[in-house]
């Protein structure tokens, strides 16, 4: 993009947030179960664990607290997609497109949107589960903002690629919830993956199996993958164990951009 191009990005990048979270809180019932469903898959699980139970020298509750938060960001990929698949058949996009906003911006805008009630949800795990919980706050804070950021940004701009294959809103349903369950499954956040070579293979380069183990890393302070639990690590060694986690999400946001280039739609198809 010329510098032209970016400056108007950013100019009219609060407007396009803006709008955005308009259009998302007009639908009110969609809005709420963004909003409900992944606070109770992020505390349900630590929440009816016992305080007592401890794996690997660590808390079940803690171990259950950070994965759900993992599992509670994956709702943006829902979100997003049933949210484009929705927008481009009311021809919001369409017109969009007509204003001197570059196609970026838009997406740019649409991706931080999304990120922001994600943002806040997390939040309210973590302060649930200190003060409800009894779960120790994180051990490395910048790890786990980092994560958050790059977890949510990854995650949106995927989620923006792929509602560009899909043909229609009502379809986009239908199609995200079985993903979003196998990205849930794949991630490790509740339970080990089978002890099978396909699945192990898949495992290990699913943003959600990345998201999760960086999660980890940074709340409990453990050099943390999958399920296999190592001692306590300063915030240089935190960071050196989930560099590769956080770069493979990095490179989930590259393809993102790449089918948003290649395959989103500003209109609906014709019929």
């Known amino acids: ?72 960001m994956l709702f943006v990929v829902y979100n997003v997609i049933n949210s484009a698949a929705r927008r481009r058949e009311q021809r919001i996009y369409k017109r969009l497109r007509c204003t001197p906003a570059p196609a970026h911006s838009i997406l740019l805008g649409e991706a931080i949107s999304a990120a922001i009630p994600a943002i806040g949800q997390v939040a309210i795990i973590m302060v649930a589960g200190h003060y409800w919980l009894g779960v ?21 701009m995927l989620a923006f690629g792929v509602s560009g294959l899909l043909p229609s809103g009502e379809i986009a349903t239908w199609i995200v919830t079985p993903v979003l369950a196998g990205l849930m499954y794949l991630s490790g956040a509740f339970g080990a993956i089978p002890d099978n070579p396909v699945l192990r293979s898949i495992h290990r380069y ?26 306590p690590v300063d915030l240089a060694a935190a960071a ?11 490179v989930w ?12 739609r500003w209109e609906p198809r014709a019929r």
């Open 206 to 231: 699913v943003p959600s199996a990345e998201l999760t183990d960086a999660m980890r890393i940074g709340y409990l302070g453990r050099d943390v993958h999958g399920f296999t639990v190592g001692a």
């Open 136 to 156: 120790a706050w994180p051990v490395h804070w910048p790890l786990v903002i980092a994560t958050v950021v790059i977890g949510l940004i990854s995650l949106a």
């Open 1 to 72: 993009m010329s510098d032209m191009t970016i400056g108007r990005t950013l100019r009219l990048l609060p407007a396009q947030i803006r709008l955005s979270q308009q259009v998302y809180w007009r639908d009110i019932a969609f809005a709420i179960m963004g909003a409900v469903m992944p606070l109770v898959l992020g505390l349900a699980p630590a929440a009816l664990a016992s305080e007592s139970l401890v794996y690997e020298g660590v808390s079940q509750r803690a171990w259950l607290l950070s994965s759900g938060i993992s599992a509670a």
């Open 253 to 264: 946001a590259a393809v993102g951009l790449m089918l948003f280039n290649s395959f989103f």
């Open 240 to 250: 050196h164990a989930a560099y590769l986690p956080l770069l493979l999400l990095l």
